[in-house]
């Protein structure tokens, strides 16, 4: 019987992350052998295994943490020291990643009462194994040869030299690097043994680059609340999403978030425009580094084998070609199979600008729109209802190409699966929004098309209008699409979320869908269900067939707001704090909303950090404060909930242009703004 690989499980993983390189290894500290654990760098499995010995035995593990780009686990060497039930010599462990590597320091405290004499042992192991082999489960892959010189060892991968440094004693032994300190400690003594681990490249990939996290100002983001959970919070998130931040090779001054470790650890589309747009209210730097390294690859030519069109918007780019070995989806490095990132690179542009990106910036970004705007009212509109749409023509592509884009995500209410092509709710409405955004922005640089895209816009208004409304025994309701029928799939879904704040909803349309995305089928205490209990083929925990993402909740929360829905908004916000806090302050990309004695359950295959599940904080400050910026025309809106979502609320660090100020919502909702200059507007509405 052939062996089934099964896709490994991530969610009782200890992840750290700093750019490039991530490590993920068990609770207890350890990095084992034949298992996803190891050390990353550029997709790239640099070390299998780093496995600590006290005594000739592992260290009983008590615990650990593990933050953005550190990680601390204490055990207890059991069998040294004194007798009974106290540990008196314990083990800490501390790991941090550095650039292109990582140093892992085993410190042994003795607290026994006389000498203690062992040694400390350390087996290091690599492969080299690709992300995507063992992202499929291929994760048994034979150890590679070390070769000894001097105080250390080094090993070659396909695309990396690995040197490991130590002061301990360097062996080989079979496939694995051995390092041995002995040790003898009197009563308090300590012994430090370091391991650094270092890699250089050894051939360049289509996206060589490194991490980026001293590039954004967010230092100054502090957040105070009657709720002690919630300035908690932003403060880890912003510190995991400040480490998935990439520096653009192409041009190594912008950067960009990397969707998530460890799987997609990259450039993607959809993924890094949306943190980067949630994150607005803390500066610009991110939206401008995300738009420009996006633009540099934005679609200039037809290839049916990358999906790419001219003015399109890329998927992903990769270091490499990806695809694991006997599996379907092979892509090339650079891939466009979206159908909703050019529109939604437009949204970040127009954001952005009312933001207070400089114009000087904007304006050499306006080629790229006007490519953007031609392939939204072009090749994305593959026929003639003037909706965009997409199919997989390849076969080694993805079979959907909206942010919910597993196979089988796409349902009919009795659980059917739709056939392609595919027309989403959320990129119609996000292209109304586009257009209308660009409109704007055209007019306001004096710069022609602004009543063309405009009329677009309405236009594709319409036809939301018109094709998607279907109807249940609870009233009207957006479907998720429309399939290659040009039938509703009239899943109950949470794409509908997407759509509110875009534009593309009259008052009373905003209404029908604000109270159906917050029914019981679809909001659970933790979150929105990417579809409701009452569709065929729900699953609390499949990929996308009920389950909670925290960035689509945050995506709702923001379109409720904006739709002047605060009260709900802030009801959505509270239960993605409620489940951040469940999850140690570290959203995971998606989970179970199916509670465990009033907790949520995790995904067990999910990223975590992942970049829009981190910059979700954003959306959590922007519905609580109710905030809509705009530079240009000198005005701030603060439109905070008539019931407060989270007490008294104070937040420093927000950023006008390159102006530093802070919003406070007191208990009774009475709002002071501090540190704008004179010149701005602030509008402060109910």
Known sequence: MPTRHRQPWLHDLAITVRGNVTA??????????????????DDERVLSGLLVAVGGEEPSPVGGEARAGRAQFLSSARDLGDPGADPTVEVRRSRELVDAGMVETVRVVSRAATTVRSTVRVEVTADGADMATVKAGQVDQPPLEWSVDGEGARVETPRHGITVRSQATVRVDGGALVLEQPFELSPGGSLDLAVTVATTRRSTSALDADA????????????????????????????????????DPLDPDDVFAAAGTPWYLTLFGRDSIWAARLTLPFGTELAAGTLRSLARRQGTKNDADSAEQPGKIAHEVRRTAYGAAGHALQLPPLYYGTVDATALWVCLLVDAWRWGLPEDEVRSLLPNLQAALDWLTGPGR??????LKYIDTTGHGLANQGWKDSGDSMRMRDGSVADAPIALVEAQAYAVEALAGAADLLGALGVDGADRWSAEAQQV????????????????YLAMALDGHGAPVDGVGSNMGHVLGTGALTPEEAVLVSERLTSPALLDPFGVRTMSTDTGGFNPIG??????????????????????FGDLAGMLARSLVASGTAFDRRWPELYSGSPLIESPAPYPASCRPQAWSAASVGALVTTALGLRADVPGGELVVRPPATPPFGSLRVKGLRWADVTFS????????????????????????
């Open 382 to 387: 593959p026929d003639t209802d003037g909706l």
């Open 212 to 247: 980026g996290l001293d590039v954004v100002a967010w230092d100054e983001v502090v957040v105070e609340a009657d709720d002690p959970r919630l300035g908690p919070l932003v403060a880890e998130s912003m510190a995991d999403l400040r480490h998935l931040l990439l520096r």
């Open 663 to 686: 919003v406070t919502v007191d208990r009774d909702g009475e709002v002071h703004v501090e540190g704008l200059p004179d010149s701005v507007s602030v509008v402060v509405t109910a």
């Open 543 to 564: 990929y996308h067939t009920g389950s909670i993402w925290t960035h689509d909740t945050a995506i709702a929360a923001v379109g409720l707001s904006r739709e002047g």
């Open 24 to 41: 993920l290894s068990g609770e207890d500290g350890q990095l084992r052998p034949g298992t996803a654990h190891g050390l990353y760098v």
């Open 461 to 476: 208004a319409t036809r939301v209008r018109d094709g998607f409304w279907v109807e249940d025994a609870e009233g009207r």
